[in-house]
């Protein structure tokens, strides 16, 4: 009897070898953690190093054990499915009113919708930023003892018939130009005439030393309000990185109006396409605080400003005084057990995102913290069964908190077998016995880290180099990388009991560097799942036979469907056992196991039987001498 309710497809397995229940594969993995930058509490994919330092930000020492592993598993060519976990951080504001906004669907939901201007991601980083708005300033206010020479829209005409642009005539008296070819002098009658200089080009930008004209040319009129017979709508908005005093993104020649368009046309009102392009901030509301009266609230649509070909008229200027620098922005790297399982959590829904593996990362503070974190891992794999978590140990079963110095072989052997006995029996787990000594160039130190990005990080280049059913482990291809030391080097009697605990021992043979020593999943009764080669071959067959089942939901459930689905996948199996994945297999799909009573449900029903292929953990070598004149069939019978 079918289970479901919409349609949609179910992948059942069944291990026939011992009769125990069980699930799949792939080249992405998912982690969470607290990160420098970036959205929160959201999956971003990440494709190399230099991505998720772009997207996340360098690592701090208090996160950088999280970040090593993601780092870590990159090296061996895989992806990354990224969670900011959702900590206690809050971005920058212009008011310093920090609030947090984790991503730009959070803002377009009306997060932080009553800022006027925010970092674009949280983080005490957002500090640094000073936000600039350039409009088509003043370089001269005039103010006269009468209205003569005055006129909207003219020019103002000095003693020596030099003519300047009127920027915005302020009163009966007062005007604001532009300069022309000279300074301007009182018109004939305006003897008592006030001039104030404010040359543009060197209005400068907050305590930054940098200047307008350094963000770009002045400001004019866009094609767009042109054709309306609108004038000087044109903005251009800077962000600066303070630290620095460094522009570090301009976005040039935009549009006061709301519903300017680009020739292409694209917006380019200024807060949809900071919006919508900026890597730094979002842009909020303005108040009349901070721009000028003549005409309307830049924010409004063209017909708003009474323009007509005959009287054209000038937008209201946006003054310097709606930047600033902002503050407020809080980091917090101190995840609790509490919000590292929420963003482990994300990871749960089969549809949102396709993910083959998922990262413990680093160790917390405490074993029991650790242990939190760990089960939120295997959970994510439990309930999705398409993928596989990988679980390493807690720094403190095998460093010393106090000097970073390892404990004695017996006390990590005890304390790592110990750890792990509350992960519970599954084939969708692995666990390691590494912590290894790396170098953190970020922060120009040595430190302890899991090895857990780096055994999922050697199946990606197992995959790479031969298939998704050949072993990880061994010196062929169970090769760590990065490694300066491992804190816990087992010896045979060692590697003994954690393989009997289902841990697979990471260890430093001379001559061959750190090797992964075994190919166990977690699951503690024998099955032909409890082998990561296995596990892996099965959730590559298992990814196929849903992609193949998509295809066939809503067709006709008769012969010629059923016999194509067949030859697909039989085609498929076909091509793993020519590359050893398995030793035989069988697909039912026909009347026998879609029988009218399922057809009219309907159902459509596909088994698949296979035999695994096995890898090697335990070899017999018998070397026996015999007399001379002994014949060898004498020997072994044959």
């Known amino acids: 009897m079918a289970s479901q309710v919409s349609p949609g497809v179910v992948i059942r397995e069944r291990d026939l070898s011992t009769g125990v229940l069980v699930g799949v594969s792939g080249l992405r993995a998912g982690i969470a953690s607290?990160?420098?930058?970036?959205?929160?509490?959201?999956?971003?994919?990440?494709?190399?190093?230099?991505?998720?330092?772009?997207?996340?930000?360098?690592?701090?020492?208090?996160?950088?054990?999280?970040?090593?592993v993601a780092s870590e598993f990159l090296r061996y060519g895989g992806q990354l499915a990224v969670v900011r976990a959702t900590t206690g951080v809050l971005n920058a504001t212009l008011d310093g009113s920090a609030v947090l906004v984790g991503s730009k669907e959070d803002y377009d939901a009306g997060a932080g919708s009553s800022e006027k201007f925010i970092a674009r991601t949280a983080g005490a980083d957002g500090n640094n930023l000073h936000v600039v708005i350039v409009d088509r300033g003043p370089d001269f206010t005039i103010t006269t003892a009468s209205a003569h020479g005055l006129s909207v829209g003219g020019t103002y005409t000095d003693d020596a018939a030099v003519g300047h642009e009127v920027v915005e005539v302020v009163s009966t008296t007062q005007v604001r130009i532009i300069q022309g070819t000279a300074a301007p002098t009182p018109a004939a009658g305006d003897t008592s005439a006030a001039f104030t200089a404010s040359d543009w080009n060197a209005t400068t930008i907050g305590s930054t030393g940098l200047t307008y004209k350094e963000v770009g040319p002045r400001p004019g009129t866009s094609a767009f309000a042109s054709e309306r017979y609108v004038s000087y709508d044109e903005v251009h908005v800077a962000v600066i990185d303070t630290s620095t005093n460094t522009i570090v993104e301009r976005s040039t020649y935009l549009s006061k109006i709301s519903d300017a368009k680009s020739p292409?046309?694209?917006?380019?009102?200024?807060?949809?396409?900071?919006?919508?392009?900026?890597?730094?901030?979002?842009?909020?509301?303005?108040?009349?605080?901070?721009?000028?009266?003549?005409?309307?609230?830049?924010?409004?649509?063209?017909?708003?400003?009474g323009a007509t070909a005959a009287a054209p008229i000038e937008i209201a200027r946006i003054l310097k005084t709606a930047g600033g620098a902002l503050s407020g922005g809080i980091d917090d790297y101190a995840y609790t057990t509490g919000e590292i399982s929420a963003a482990y959590a994300l990871f749960n829904d089969t549809e949102e995102t396709s993910i083959d593996f998922v990262l413990m990362g680093g160790s917390m503070g405490s074993e029991a913290d650790t242990l939190v974190k760990a089960g939120a891992v295997a959970q994510v794999a439990n309930t999705r069964k398409d993928c596989i978590a990988f679980i390493s140990p807690w720094n403190g079963s095998q460093v010393a908190s106090s000097g970073n110095v390892a404990l004695t072989p017996a006390q990590q052997l005890a304390n790592t077998v110990d750890y792990f006995s509350s992960i519970g029996s599954s084939s969708y787990v692995v666990k390691d016995s590494g912590i290894k000594y790396t170098y953190d160039r970020f922060n120009d130190k040595y430190v302890y880290i899991g090895c857990n990005g780096d055994i999922a990080g050697l199946c990606v280049s197992t995959s790479q180099i031969g298939d998704d059913w050949i072993s990880p482990a061994g010196t062929s291809r169970g090769g760590l990388q990065n490694v300066v030391k491992l804190a816990f080097n087992p010896n045979k009697a060692a590697r003994d009991d954690l393989y009997t605990a289902a841990i697979n021992p990471v260890v430093s043979f001379p001559g061959a560097g750190p090797i992964l020593f075994g190919d166990k999943t977690a699951l503690a009764s024998p099955s032909a799942f409890d082998r990561i080669n296995v596990r892996r071959l099965f959730l590559n067959i298992e990814k196929r036979a849903r992609q193949l089942a998509e295809g066939v939901l809503f067709e006709q459930n008769d012969t010629i469907t059923r016999s194509s689905f067949n030859a697909a996948l039989s085609g498929y199996l076909s091509e793993i056992q020519a590359r050893r994945g398995v030793t035989d297999y069988l697909v039912v799909c026909d009347d026998t196991n879609n029988t009218a009573e399922i057809i009219d449900r309907n159902e459509f029903v596909a088994e698949i039987f296979v035999k695994p292929t096995r890898s090697i953990n335990y070899v017999t070598v018998t070397v026996t001498a015999t007399k001379t004149g002994v014949n060898f069939t004498e020997v072994v019978g044959r």
Do not use: M, Q
């Not at 420098?36 to 996160?63: D, Y």
């Not at 919508?276 to 708003?304: C, H, K, Q, R």
């Open 34 to 68: 607290s990160f420098r930058s970036g959205p929160v509490g959201k999956i971003t994919n990440i494709g190399s190093e230099r991505e998720l330092i772009n997207t996340f930000g360098a690592p701090a020492e208090a996160n950088a054990a999280d970040w090593l």
């Open 264 to 305: 292409e046309g694209s917006s380019i009102y200024w807060k949809d396409y900071i919006n919508e392009f900026s890597n730094y901030i979002y842009a909020g509301a303005l108040t009349s605080a901070e721009f000028t009266t003549l005409g309307s609230d830049p924010g409004a649509a063209v017909a708003s400003y």
